[in-house]
């Protein structure tokens, strides 16, 4: 069985260089999904943000955080990322999936609607059981057969950051509406 890619799997690479902030992880099997922090740099978003900037390109990686994953500098705005806002790109993200708090599992029949994201263990996921900020549609997916993974990783120790469990995933774009529309003043 391969590993699967995570990231952007097709479409369109339209996009800006975004100075991130300081000390964010991004590991190897999680979404990139970025907002902005109060000082205007990325930062990995999470249950709590209802817009989004775009989707990070993973810089080459220093460190080798999460399997080939990396941090940035502990200097606000010293790494510049790739910043894809396409609205044609579809992005692979792992699944939220335990049958227990994230107890709905990936169908076709999940195609079209929007969704939630979360961060657990500094993963990012698809959460397709929540839908109250709905900053991702679906596009595409497959089913995880292991349930019980994320759940078992929440609250845990470091030791599990950056650990991706399960072996479902989905494919998602960007909702026009939900992403970053700041403006200069």
Sequence with gaps: MSDV????IRGGHNGFALHMGASETFYSKSG????NDASGRGELADQDDTTIQGFVREGSPANGAGGGGLDTSATEGADVFWCINDL??????????DADTYDRNYSYALDGESCDIVVISEV???NVSASSKDVVRIVGGKASTVAGGVSFAAGMTADVNGVCLGDGYVDVTFIEGKMYAGSVE
């Design 5 to 8: 890619k995570y990231g952007q």
């Design 32 to 35: 990139r999904l970025v907002v």
């Design 88 to 97: 044609t790109a579809v992005f692979r993200l792992p699944l939220a999936y």
């Design 124 to 126: 990012q996921y698809v």
